[in-house]
């Protein structure tokens, strides 16, 4: 079965297109030592289509140079949301909300992650795997890793969903699981 192998394929391509991108951002939000969580860069294809993968990668980044990050809460493509929410606001008006889950208490959970001075991490994050329709038009997406007692928000990028063609309809309901 050949669609057994398409899932994983496109999952191991946007892997290695998301990590071939440059992770030094500019338009990153926080204020280095002083600032309630790290900041983020969001990263996303251009067009995205229902009833496929709809997958962006989100880096935290550590851009200090003496200030480290310990116990950050991880995040899983298979365990949505995570730490990551969205916010896709719609040329119409419309806006979607993929809230983030919070920790419980501190930071996140023993056994995070620690970001030390000068680094990243890279998440991806798949939009399609969350119970919300996300219906064809142009959006402006922003994320937001949010901790406890605060959160960081990323640069904005604009995104196209478009309808699949009704060949297309029926691959991906025979994909679906």
Avoid: C, K
């Avoid at 969001?42 to 962006?56: A, D, K, N, R, T």
């Avoid at 604009?158 to 309901?173: C, F, H, T």
Wanted: proline share 9%.
């Amino acid at each position: 079965m050949r669609y057994q192998i398409l899932i994983p394929a496109i999952l191991a391509i946007t892997l290695a297109v998301f990590s071939m991108s440059d992770v030094a951002n500019p338009d990153v939000s926080g204020d280095d030592a002083g600032s309630a969580a790290p900041p983020i860069r969001l990263e996303s294809f251009p067009v995205y289509h229902p009833g496929l993968p709809m997958i962006v990668a989100v880096t935290v980044v550590n851009d200090t140079e003496a200030s480290t990050w310990y116990d950050l809460p991880d995040a899983s493509l298979f365990e949505a949301p995570g730490p990551f929410g969205l916010t896709l606001e719609g040329r119409d008006g419309g806006r979607v909300e993929l809230s983030a889950a919070s920790p419980m208490r501190g930071e996140g959970p023993r056994g995070g992650f620690t970001l030390r001075p000068g680094t990243s991490r890279r998440f991806l994050y798949d939009m399609a795997g969350l119970d919300v329709e996300i219906t064809p038009g142009r959006y402006t997406m922003r994320a937001a890793y949010v901790l406890r007692p605060g959160s960081s928000t990323s640069n904005t990028v604009d995104i196209d969903v478009r309808s699949l063609s009704p060949e297309d309809s029926a691959l991906a309901a025979r994909l679906s699981v």
